[in-house]
C-alpha cells in the first residue's frame, strides 16, 4: 500500500488558543455590535460573512496596534508546540485556517510561525480612518471557507486525509466534508446534534495520543 498523505488543517481561536481570542477582541473594540450580532452569528441566523465584516469595519483603524498587543497576550492550549514536534517528526504538515485575521494569528503565534506549514485566513487593510476587511477566500455565507482553502491546498500538496482540529461554528462545514474531525465546545456541539462522528478534545496531548493510535495506523 502506498504512503498516506496526511495533513492537519486547525483552526486558530479556541482551538490553538485557550480561549477564544478573536471574538474577546470584538467585544473590546466594537462592544455595541458585538452584543447585537454576535449571539446571531452563533444562531447561525446571521452569516459570518456580514457579521464579521459589520463588526471588524466599525472599529477605528487607530486601535489596531491595541487589538494586535491585546490578541499577542492570548495563552495557547497545552501541548501545542509538542504536537508540532510530533507532527514535524513525521512529515505531516500543519496548517491553519482561521476564520479571523492572519495577523493576529501571527501575533499570536511568535517565533513558533516558523513551524507551521501555512496561515489562511482574512487580512485586515489599516490605512483608512476604520477597519477595513479583505478575504480571499469568501464563498456562500463564509467569510473564510475552508473547505475552498482546502481545495486550493490540494492543488499544490498531496493531500489524501485531511484530518481537521475545530472548536466553533467557522469549521463546521469543513467538519461536515471531512472524515477524521476533532472537535470540543460548540463544533461537538452543532456535529452532534447533525449525527456527525469525531473526536473529542481539550488540548493537544489528547490529540496526540488519537493521532497516535487511530489516525497512524
Ligand atoms: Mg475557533
Known sequence: MGRVNRAVFSDFDGTITAQ?????????????ESRRLIPRMYDLSLSLREGVRLLLESIESRHYPEMLDSVSRTPLRPGFEEFLSFLEDRGIPFIIV?????????????PLEKRVHAIFGADLDTGGPTLKLHSDWEAGTELVSKPLVLETVRKVLPVD????IGDSVTDL???MACPVVFARDRLAGYLDQRGRMYYHYEDFMEIQKIF???ILR
Open 161 to 164: 486525509l485531511p484530518v481537521i
Open 212 to 214: 497516535q493510535e487511530k
Open 98 to 110: 482561521t476564520g479571523g485575521i492572519t495577523a493576529f494569528v501571527r501575533a499570536t503565534l511568535g
Open 173 to 175: 462545514e469543513l467538519s
Open 20 to 32: 477564544e481570542s478573536f471574538v474577546r477582541v470584538l467585544e473590546i473594540f466594537a462592544p455595541e
